[in-house]
């Protein structure tokens, strides 16, 4: 069995997310994703509208997401990798080469972004309506 991880805040779902997950399932059989929790959205100066927990539960009714595990620090992923022994490690490309030192312990692969859409967008066009 190839288990696949991801990582990421998933606030305010849309397809951009739906894509990276569908993708990161493509490449194996088994999906974890570490979300971030709410905590570590402030470590990433980020602001979720979504609780840790909605969004959570949110994930965990998506068909190609078979674990959901909380993310709340940048250093766990070594121990993720290990803990659930994970193949491949997949993050969209804004996120190229961040992640190229895990290739020690698993294959860490960069896909392309969707473009147009993100949840800041969202936010922005919401609040110009
Ligand atoms: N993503 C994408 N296309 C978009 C928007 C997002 O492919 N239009 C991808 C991102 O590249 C990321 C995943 O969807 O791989 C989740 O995106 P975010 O929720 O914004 O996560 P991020 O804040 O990048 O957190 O330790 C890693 C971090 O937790 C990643």
Redesign the pocket.
Known sequence: MKTVI??????LL?A??I??LHRAKAMGDYLIV?I?TDSFNVI?H?EAYHTFENRKMILEAIRYVDKVIP?DS?EQ?IHDIETYNVDILV?????EGEFDYLNEYCNVIY?P???G???SQIKDNLRNL
Not at 6 to 11: A, L, R, S, V
């Open positions: 991801t990582y990421g805040t998933f606030d849309h951009g997310h894509n990276i570490g971030s990433k980020k993310e940048w992923k993050m969209g490309d804004d996120w896909l972004r969707t473009t859409i993100s949840t």
